[in-house]
């Protein structure tokens, strides 16, 4: 267990590095921006406290509730595939129906004005804008892993995997690239999607899958249509 928390700590760390790398590159090739906006690298510097305080909760606080929550984890040293994909899945999509409806929630007028709209600020995302969002949105939108933690008991593989990949797939979403040599992964929201949502405020609330937002009638195209 305490490995599992120290591993995790670390590699939340080299995810922020390796993206603060990424943003410097990206802010000099342009070639594949979704916006023509350069604002995200204009106003940068001046969202980076904020930044860097998130960064400070998520490497804090996540592995603190891990270890909280460590008697709903399996520690069995062996590896499973097949546990770990029925667990792996469930989670999955527990998680990205519960950020869904929490975004939609600070969509409310009240909450937006007071919370969600920090993050609205960068209407042309960069790849560090996963973590310019007010602290309170930051804390509550990554509470669907933990009620997952809860609710499946999974093993610390699984845990690992989801969070790692949910941190990696927050930045891609932000990136404001439209990468073509990238594969598209069915179901799966890709930056451009994301980037619908901050340039048009509404619409578009699902985070890793858009089957939410199909679902519940909330998909937008480029063109601020409705997708059902």
């Known amino acids: ?88 899945f469930p989670i999955f999509l527990l998680d990205d129906l519960y950020f869904h409806f929490i975004h939609r929630l600070l969509h409310v007028r009240f909450f937006y004005k007071h919370i969600h709209c920090i993050h609205h600020r960068a209407r042309s995302p960069n790849i560090m804008d996963y973590l310019y969002v007010h602290p309170l949105e930051w804390i509550f939108g990554g509470l669907g892993i933990f009620i997952g933690i809860i609710l499946f008991r999974p093993s610390i593989y699984t845990t690992f995997v989801i969070t790692i990949l949910r941190n990696l797939h927050e930045s891609y979403l932000h990136c404001g690239y439209d990468f073509k040599f990238l594969p598209s992964i069915p179901l799966i929201c890709s930056a451009r999607y994301h980037d619908n949502h901050h340039s048009r405020v509404v619409g578009n609330y699902s985070n890793a899958t858009y089957i939410w937002d199909y679902v519940f009638g909330t998909r937008i195209d480029e063109r601020y249509n409705l997708i059902f």
């Open 1 to 88: 267990m305490d490995d599992l928390i120290i591993i995790i700590f670390f590699t939340h760390v080299g995810v922020f590095l390796f993206n603060y790398l990424l943003f410097n590159i990206f802010s000099k090739v342009k070639k594949h921006k979704i916006q023509s906006s350069n604002d995200s690298s204009s106003y940068f510097y001046e969202r980076y406290p904020l930044i860097l305080f998130n960064f400070c909760i998520l490497s804090i606080v996540g592995p603190l509730g891990i270890f909280h929550l460590h008697e709903y984890l399996e520690t069995d040293d062996s590896f499973d595939i097949s546990i770990f994909l029925k667990q792996f």
